[in-house]
């Protein structure tokens, strides 16, 4: 049993020793919050975009930063995982992006509307999150073929958007076919045609019609052209 005055000195160390603690953590926490560089760079952009965000209840469906429904994909590492161009492309007409398969709200935003999501997305992407989400182990996209196709450039347009479905040289996605050696299975004016308008090629298949002007088809065509 403690006697009056242990249970008091006990009571008075423990509260002052707690309190102090409390204290250097919140100390310690603040100045975490306010050195990261995060803090500096909310731009109006970034804080219409979480307007948007919010207004269209993203979080519905999405999860952010941890937080949100489970039903699509987690969204903090989409900056980096897709691009700005392709998130352009898919906000744009989400259900284009996947025929036949399920589907995002079509919002019908505005150019600067995307922009301003893209640049909230971005913001979120950058932040220091200590490793949060951990990385996929994703063997498929990162096994690497010895392929002589993965040697020629490819247009601009072919990373910011056709690499998040299809690999070459190993390198991409794999929700559509590895094109290394797709010059030798189609001619170029084949391949222009498929960019244009993939379904009328194709009815049903799982390849987007994708927003891509002449001179971007041209280039994309001659590139695929020379994958042999
Ligand atoms: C009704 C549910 C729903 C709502 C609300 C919704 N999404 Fe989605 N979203 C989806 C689904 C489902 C997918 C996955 C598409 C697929 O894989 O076919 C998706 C995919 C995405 C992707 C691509 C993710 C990736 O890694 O490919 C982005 C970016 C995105 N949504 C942004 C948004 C934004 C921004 C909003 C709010 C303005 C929003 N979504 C609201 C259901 C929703
Ligand atoms: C959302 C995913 C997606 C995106 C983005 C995408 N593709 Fe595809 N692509 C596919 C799928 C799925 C197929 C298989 C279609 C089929 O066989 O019905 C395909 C097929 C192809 C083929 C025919 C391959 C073969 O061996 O028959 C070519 C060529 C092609 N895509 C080029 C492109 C280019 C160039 C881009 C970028 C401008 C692009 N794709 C963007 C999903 C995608």
């Known amino acids: 049993m403690l006697t009056k005055f242990q249970a008091k000195l006990f009571f008075?160390?423990?509260?002052?020793?707690?309190?102090?603690?409390?204290?250097?953590?919140?100390?310690?926490?603040?100045?975490?919050?306010?050195?990261?560089?995060?803090s500096k760079t909310l731009s109006e952009e970034v804080i219409r975009g979480k307007e948007l965000w919010e207004k269209n209840?993203?979080?519905?469906?999405?999860?952010?930063?941890?937080?949100?429904?489970?039903?699509?994909?987690?969204?903090?590492?989409?900056?980096?995982?897709?691009g700005p161009e392709w998130i352009r492309v898919f906000l744009k007409d989400p259900q284009a992006m996947y025929p036949g398969e399920r589907k995002m709200v079509k919002?019908?935003?505005?150019?600067?509307?995307?922009?301003?999501?893209?640049?909230?997305?971005?913001?979120n992407g950058e932040l220091d999150l200590k490793?949060?989400?951990?990385?996929?182990?994703?063997?498929?996209?990162?096994?690497?073929?010895?392929?002589a196709s993965a040697a020629i450039v490819p247009p601009e347009k072919f990373k910011q958007i056709c690499?998040?479905?299809?690999?070459?040289?190993?390198?991409g996605g794999n929700v559509g076919p590895a094109l290394?050696?797709?010059?030798?299975?189609?001619?170029?004016?084949y391949l222009q045609n498929w960019l244009r308008d993939p379904q009328k090629i194709k009815p049903g298949t799982a390849m987007p019609k994708l927003p891509l002007s002449?001179?971007?088809?041209?280039?994309?065509?001659?590139y695929l052209s020379q994958l042999k």
């Open 180 to 189: 290394d050696s797709v010059g030798k299975k189609y001619d170029l004016a």
């Open 214 to 222: 002449d001179s971007e088809i041209k280039d994309l065509s001659s």
């Open 57 to 82: 209840n993203c979080m519905g469906c999405h999860t952010i930063l941890g937080e949100g429904a489970y039903y699509a994909p987690e969204l903090t590492k989409v900056y980096e995982r897709r």
């Open 12 to 38: 008075l160390v423990g509260t002052f020793l707690f309190s102090a603690v409390f204290l250097l953590l919140t100390y310690d926490s603040l100045k975490y919050v306010y050195s990261s560089p995060s």
């Open 107 to 123: 919002y019908d935003f505005s150019e600067s509307q995307i922009s301003d999501i893209i640049a909230f997305l971005k913001w």
């Open 131 to 147: 490793g949060f989400p951990p990385k996929p182990e994703l063997k498929s996209s990162t096994q690497l073929v010895d392929s």
């Open 163 to 171: 690499t998040a479905c299809h690999s070459v040289g190993g390198a």
